[in-house]
DNA sequence: CGTCCGCGTCAAGATGTCGTCAAGAGCCAG
DNA sequence: CTGGCTCTTGACGACATCTTGACGCGGACG
């Protein structure tokens, strides 16, 4: 899911700038000031961020020069000022769209899908390689370790998916239910059976004797590498 | 040198683009209308567009899509109108950035090189070729493998100039949708379908069984040299 | 020693997706 | 006005995927 950066130190318009962009699918985090918002964007790298110039412990084009170091992701400037020399600072500085405020919803939210069409789509997604096969999840591509293809469902990848994120980390039956098949699924642990054997099959060269893809008895499913 | 096509049809304005755009060290192609515009980007592919909305001839949005089907070069649009539907309407068919009359040159520049900053320098795609078919991108030319040229439609090379752009990787559905059709479209696989098969008749040898555009049931679509 | 529960396996029916075709609408050129 | 090209839209069969139920196995526990 794409993820955005909302950099605003007023709370009533952070949280509404959050709401409205929650409600069209994305991943909000929130900061209310530059230095938050630096931190944040390091742990959890935005497709997009939305910064307010106006914060009261930081000057703006700093702000987004220290985005710009971290991140080619595009940055959209909110501000109250309308000057033609503050808008060609901050495009300078390294900004992708300056919106002068009070601004519409709809507008920013154009402009929004418009500088995310533009981006190179974060890679936050990396290549997994074990020592039975490899897994390109941007690119949805699997291979054995000799490099045969392997084609996988929709459903397969989405499971594969969640479990190598948590790389090393038991991922509880519920919540593999509740990403994959939605909140109401919670209890049918028969898919998980079906998905992991299939998965199993197509990528562990001893389906019987798993070494990636382990059942934790009772509790979950883990990847390890 | 880098080449902007301004689109103006008010002949003051048009000038002082011009020329101040000439001062930069710019290339400058100008045209007056919406089918001078369209007609002077397929001869020499610019590497951005300036274009005025108020035109006699055609309606602003189709003229982006125009514009969007034969070349990936941003797009800044210049309206005399400021409601929020109008800049919504423009930004979802294509545009890049949008700006109200009357703005401020010092402004219109800084967003043309943020704008130029984010865009993929023309020619870093120009000739794709594969065992079936050769792709000119920048030229809008494709041949199959005996020289015989193929004839493709603007929403033909559209789609597969997103699909060339990600060759190897897999570009879902939704994304295919929102990039050619806009974000309202993005549950009308039945389009892609259809252009996916046109696409397959027209380049591949055998259509029934395609090598490099590949079908990735339920994900989305995959270009393979 | 027997029962019960969770897990892996398998198969079959239900569901959804894809490719294909064709008809209609809109647009431009002659 | 007419004809051609393109885009949109609906319908259909073929096929892959998902769902669902049944069965056997093994370990935990009484």
Chains 1, 2 share one sequence.
Request: proline share 6%; hydrophobic share 45%.
């Amino acid at each position: 899911m794409t993820t955005i950066l909302v950099v605003e130190d007023e709370r009533g318009l952070r949280q509404a700038l959050a709401i409205n962009l929650r409600r069209r699918e994305y991943n909000v985090i929130t900061a209310a000031n530059g230095a938050a918002a630096l931190a944040a964007a390091g742990e959890q790298p935005p497709d997009a961020v939305i910064l307010d110039l106006g914060l009261p412990d930081m000057d703006g084009a700093d702000i987004i020069r220290g985005l710009r170091g971290w991140t080619g992701a595009p940055i959209l400037v909110l501000s109250a000022r309308s000057g033609q020399t503050d808008k060609v600072l901050a495009l300078d500085a390294g900004a992708d769209d300056y919106v002068t405020k009070p601004f519409g919803m709809d507008e920013l939210l154009a402009r929004l899908r418009a500088a995310l069409r533009r981006a190179p789509a974060a890679e936050d997604q990396p290549i997994v390689e074990t020592a039975a096969f490899t897994i390109d999840l941007a690119g949805k591509r699997a291979h054995l370790a000799d490099h045969a293809a392997v084609h996988l469902t929709p459903t397969e990848w989405h499971v594969l998916e969640v479990l190598l994120r948590n790389e090393g980390k038991l991922v509880p039956q519920r919540q593999l239910l509740q990403e994959v098949w939605g909140p109401a699924y919670d209890t049918e642990t028969n898919y998980l059976r079906v998905y992991l054997a299939q998965l199993r099959r197509k990528l562990e060269p001893d389906p019987a004797q798993p070494r990636h893809l382990i059942t934790e008895p009772g509790l979950g499913y883990r990847f390890s590498r």
